[in-house]
């Protein structure tokens, strides 16, 4: 039997002083393996101009890249805060000095 993965679910709001986005984040704790957090980033909304952003042929997109482009993007941190990398993740997608809310999504929000 494989082993179960404990997902956690967070909302993301990133803005500055006249555009905003807004995420979905899925974190998966022990993948890819022992001490490390496998994190899914999902665009729902958002304002930023992306256009200036493609995914090159000729080598792989960075993070900012796939996340600006696609609304989607992987990574991955050592064990530690989720709500501090899933920040730390936005702002080298959306520059550093964007705003940054991170908020769990419960499970009663979830359900009902």
């Known amino acids: 039997m494989a082993p179960r993965i ?3 679910v967070y909302t993301a709001a990133v803005s500055d002083s006249a555009t905003s986005a807004m995420l979905i984040v899925f974190v998966y704790p022990g993948f890819p ?3 490390f957090t496998g994190v899914e980033f999902r665009c729902g909304f958002s304002q930023f101009d992306d256009t200036t952003y493609s995914i090159p042929g ?8 796939e996340l ?4 989607k993007a ?11 990398d899933i920040e730390s993740k936005l702002r080298e997608a959306y520059g550093t000095r964007v705003k ?9 929000s979830r359900v009902g």
């Open 6 to 8: 404990s997902t956690r």
């Open 68 to 71: 600006r482009v696609t609304w």
């Open 33 to 35: 393996g022992p001490g």
């Open 100 to 108: 940054v809310d991170v908020n769990p999504l419960s499970l009663a």
């Open 74 to 84: 992987w990574g991955y941190f050592q064990d530690g805060s989720d709500e501090g």
């Open 58 to 65: 000729e080598r792989q997109a960075t993070f900012q890249e």
